[in-house]
Nanobody, 122 residues
Framework: QVQLAESGGGLVQAGGSLRLSCGASGSTFSNLVMGWFRQAPGKEHDFVAAISFSGASTWYADSVKGRFTISRDNAKNLAYLQMDSLKPEDTAVYYC???????????????WGQGTQVTVSA
């Protein structure tokens, strides 16, 4: 069973930056595709970004492209989401997710962290 734990959320002003981390245990990390999703109040889990096993390939939602960067360190079993130029509409609970197949669909990820709140003030 894969266990995931996010950290790094918080309150930031618009235009600021945050870096989220996701630690994984219970499986071979380099065999997992890692994804980031976010959920605003009353909304579904929205795809944010995903990264391939090796980190060579990345995918982003149009809404964050050019502002967010996903990365991973397989030696440390960590995935990251660097968020720059944050906007109030980025406010949400951010979740990391893992599975063996790449997808932009939340329901196709079997393993999830508990989430970390990101709040961007205007």
């Amino acid at each position: 069973q894969v266990q995931l734990a996010e950290s790094g959320g918080g309150l930031v002003q618009a235009g600021g930056s945050l870096r989220l981390s996701c630690g994984a245990s219970g499986s071979t990390f380099s065999n997992l595709v890692m994804g980031w999703f976010r959920q605003a109040p009353g909304k579904e889990h929205d795809f944010v970004a995903a990264i391939s096993f090796s980190g060579a390939s990345t995918w982003y939602a149009d809404s964050v492209k050019g502002r967010f960067t996903i990365s991973r360190d397989n030696a440390k079993n960590l995935a990251y989401l660097q968020m720059d130029s944050l906007k109030p509409e980025d406010t949400a609970v951010y979740y990391c997710a893992a599975d063996r197949l790449l997808s932009r669909r939340a329901y196709e990820y079997a393993h999830w962290g508990q989430g970390t709140q990101v709040t961007v003030s205007a």
